[in-house]
């Protein structure tokens, strides 16, 4: 049976049972469609009866999310993959139909521990090869709808910086960009229906904040501004769905105007994912959140006794029946807003709940999310088994926010997920399978050897490390050189400290609960100008690009970084976690001054300690002054070992210099291609330096201190791509000529 013949039977395998699509396991899309015999299968049903008095537990809501996740799945892989996919509804497609479940899919897979969802996707993508509907015509290329897939390939390529899969969305976003900043006004909108709102803009938004370049965002916001002037209606908080919905002929019963559900919900959480990749700063921010909250008061307002929405959110009497597809995101978004701090719980929190308890009612038997209206451009009836990826798209995206409705207020802009290690992307990357010639162990080798050679020859661009062209940022009005100290819950609790030389960081409470390996070690920042720019090179989640005024491309590993601390004993280095609590002194001035506490930690099992330390910037000087006391449950003497992250570099390992004569250890980094090297200077107290060590990680220099008992610590940095220092000699001349107090501070 050949190829077309078993796709056919597969597709003749349909039945319909109470309206509900039924179909045979026939083996043939997982033996020849790339579809994995994993996805055809959903998980056992599990309850789905949700209380609307209480925030539901974690677990109760991942099992939903798992199951209606698998089922909508299975039932697309179940299906024939189309060639063209314009009009698609139910398979496996680049439209925005499929995308809106990728969307979400996408954000679940960050959640759960089924890298079948993630593997899915990833398929997914590489069919399409990360590209896009809409070559026939230049309109097309501006379709927001074929857009909306640019969401999937974004997550991937956050999730693996791998540079080919973002390619072509950004050359789609580079052709609509001059578009859309269009300084003469048009009759059309590019965006002239308002379910583009959700499919095109948070793409702009996030590219933003995935490359560091500001014109997508602000491109956006022209467009999604003249949209908003042409169909919000201030006095109803609510958007017509195009600017047909204005004239009599296409009013609703008595007359009123149609609100229509979904696409409205389409605009919520178009806004929310919006926010969730601008910056804080952002000049036009205010507008996107006053919408957001205006129309989340009207959309609470207008909650049906069953928990859902009227498909005429302004005619709920010629539309009795359920609909999900547009009460899902309104749930997605009211829950989103509870959970980044733009509603209030108390207010908003029981209409929340109400709605997710009256989605999962309207899980069908076979997993997919019932009662979602059809597609189309205005309210219609709806069957309670009508379905659509869509609808299932919404409902995990609100289900993650219920899920996350007992966790503390999380802060905007939302970082990207980390990177995921080797293991993980070669789990969830389906691979090509041999060419049916490759038959026979002989045949095997010789396949492996060819593969091997490939990779071997071919020229890999990689190893130029080659930098994205980004546009540099224009200097601020205000460059006065100052030393300024922030802790910043925008960027998970770190504390930033900085003056006219350097610019460091250490780690607080929110990244070590994301991230488990982050420590107590100290970042270093790459520094051009004499002005604060942390904050302004933060602004963007990619901040480990050069945008004119430096960066962050020192990598502290799991190492102690630049000075962080530990207790060397019996040969280990014992360290702590990140800081647990801090109180900023001094900012703003001549001097940036702040104290933070370390929480108990073990050295192995022979005792606990616990650190308060302080932090001393001067304006003019490369080096922060540290105060630390080290307490314990013996008196007994310590050994601190303050270090330096180990590097290797392509051509080297750096530099180390070790003088316990002065108290100095120094290591110039080796090169980093595209960025150049950073130099790393500790100086102790020569009367309490012992010695030098060093562990995998980290270059260290051991001193003896006194539980209980304040010592002081000097951590310099230099960067040869900055205003002071163009190499190593330079910086260790300069070393040589500061003179380093360790007299307890008056």
Known sequence: MNVRTIMLSSALSMAMIGGIPAYSQAPAPAQVAGIEASWLKAPARPNLDFSTNSIPSRQSVMSALD????????????????????????????????????????????????????????????????????????????????????????????????????????????????????????????????????????????????????????????????????????????????ERFKDEHHKGAGGQPIYWSRGNGWVMGGLARALESMPADFEGREFYVTTFTKMAGRIKDLQRADGLWATDLNDPKSFLEAETSGSAFFVYALAWGINHGLLDRATYQPTVLKGWAALNKHVLPNGLIGAAQKTGDRPVPTKANDVGPYATGAYLLAGIEVMNLGNATQTLPKAEPARDDEATILATTPQPIAPVTVIGDEEKKRRDAEMRATRALAYDPVTLKRPAAVEKLIPPSDQTPRAVARFAPDRFDDLLWENDKVAHRIYGPALEA??????????????????????????????????????????????????????????????????????????????????????????????????????????????????????????????????????????????????????????????????????????????????????AENYLILMKVTPGQPFSYYMGSAWDGGLDFKSREDWDAFVKTQKFSFAPAK
């Open 514 to 695: 994301r991230e488990a390996p982050s420590g107590s070690g100290i970042d270093v920042w790459a520094k051009r100008v004499r002005y604060p720019y942390m904050d302004r090179q933060l602004k963007f989640p990619n901040y480990h690009v050069d945008r004119g005024e430096g960066l962050d491309y020192y990598d502290v590993g799991r190492g102690r970084g630049a000075g962080g601390l530990g207790i060397w004993f019996e040969n280990k280095l014992w360290t702590s976690r990140n800081f647990s609590k801090y109180e900023i002194l001094k900012t703003g001035g001549d001097e940036a001054k702040f104290k933070v506490d370390y929480r108990p930690w073990p050295v192995d099992v022979a005792r606990k300690v616990w650190e308060t330390r302080t932090f001393s910037l001067a304006l003019g000087s490369n080096f922060t002054r540290m105060t630390s006391t080290i307490s314990s449950d013996t008196k007994d003497p310590l050994i601190v070992a303050i270090g330096i992250t180990k590097r290797k570099g392509d051509a080297s390992n750096g530099i180390v210099t070790r003088d316990a004569k002065s108290g100095i250890l120094s290591f110039w980094e080796p090169a980093n291609p595209s960025s150049g090297s950073i130099g790393i200077t500790i100086a102790a107290d020569p009367a309490l330096v012992t010695g030098f060590a060093e562990d």
């Open 67 to 242: 199951y209606v996740a698998a089922s909508q799945i299975a039932d697309m892989s179940r299906r024939p993959i189309q060639l063209s996919t314009g009009s698609n509804l139910s398979e496996i497609s680049s439209n925005w139909v499929a995308a809106t479940f990728y969307v979400g899919a996408a954000r679940f897979a960050r959640e759960t521990q089924n890298k079948d969802i993630l593997r899915f996707l990833t398929a997914t993508a590489e069919h399409y090869n990360y590209a896009f509907r809409g070559a026939r015509a230049e309109r097309l290329l501006l379709n927001a709808d074929d857009v909306a897939i640019g969401d999937l390939y974004q997550e991937i390529y956050a999730r693996r910086g791998q540079q080919g899969v973002i390619m072509p969305l950004q050359q789609r976003l580079d052709y609509m960009v001059p578009h859309l900043n269009r300084s003469q006004e048009t009759e059309s909108l590019i965006w002239w229906w308002c379910d583009a709102l959700y499919m095109a803009p948070p793409v702009l938004a996030r590219q933003t904040a995935l490359t560091g370049d500001p014109k997508y965002l602000k491109a956006m916001d022209k467009e999604w501004r003249r949209t908003a002037a042409r169909l919000w209606v201030e006095d109803d908080r609510l958007f017509l769905r195009d």
